[in-house]
């Protein structure tokens, strides 16, 4: 979340976007700024880029284990006020590559709130962000799996989380697959031409393959056409997707401040 500074004009407060400072008579954009507490210096003031500015299919970078990762933004708002949770409105990133091959579930299992995948996004991946703080806490839709097509979880019912994978549908192949696929999401601005999904490595989906009865198989985007369903146990590329309040804010080099 953006620190924010006010001032007081006719008795309102009024939000600071900017702030300068003379440095030998040039004014300097101020991006950060301090006021001690208790003898510690407490960030009061984050200047910089609202992401909730940027057009989708821009460019952010946050750091990861350390490193500066590239995030594409594939949405801004709410995807479907009718699907997604009041949470949901903000801006969707997500990782441009693949960043590791992982299992989606060791046991079996096709339900993506009791997946491996879903238990390691929200815990060891997580840590490795150097600025969690600004990631949002939502509520996604996802379907409860083992062949239940109709089991959809949506709105305030849908599940918790901070880090998460796309479903098949807001990667943007809601017509291609809807015989076989869940109604776990909406396309995304950014996959209305479906093939920037094809980035020439397979990676996970969080929709279960709905027509399978012993709850085996999640979907997968392939290589490239067609997409394809292997078994839970496989591993494949991870592209973590993550929401960010509108308000936070990215330097001049659109890293996260």
């Not at 699907?83 to 590791?100: A, R």
């Amino acid at each position: 979340m953006a620190k924010k500074g006010y001032v007081g004009i006719d008795n309102v407060a009024r939000k600071v976007t900017k702030q300068y400072i003379g440095v030998d008579n040039v004014a300097r954009k101020v991006t950060k700024g301090y006021i001690g507490v208790d003898n510690v210096a407490r960030q009061c003031y984050a200047g910089g880029t609202p992401v909730g500015e940027l057009e989708v299919g821009s460019s952010v970078y946050m750091n990861v284990n350390g490193v500066a990762t590239e995030f594409l933004v594939v949405h801004q708002g709410n995807p479907d006020t009718t699907m997604y949770d009041v949470s949901c409105d903000g801006t969707w990133l997500l990782m441009k590559d693949i960043y590791e091959n992982r299992v989606w579930n060791g046991g079996g299992g096709d339900t993506y709130a009791e997946s491996d995948i879903h238990k390691y996004l929200n815990n060891e991946f997580l840590n490795l962000f150097d600025n969690d703080t600004s990631i949002k806490q939502v509520k996604i839709p996802y379907n409860s799996g083992y062949s239940k097509y109709d089991v959809n979880n949506t709105g305030a019912n849908g599940l918790s989380t901070r880090i998460f994978l796309l479903s098949i549908r807001e990667i943007g192949f809601d017509e291609y697959y809807s015989d076989y696929s869940p109604k776990d999401g909406v396309r995304l601005a950014y996959f209305d031409d479906v093939t920037k999904a094809y980035i020439g490595e397979f990676w996970w989906t969080r929709s279960p393959y709905v027509d399978d009865l012993n709850g085996l198989y999640v979907w997968r985007i392939a290589k490239q056409y067609p997409n394809d369903h292997p078994y839970t146990w496989y591993a494949f590329g991870v592209r973590p997707a993550l929401i960010l309040s509108n308000e936070a804010t990215f330097d001049d080099n659109f890293n996260i401040n």
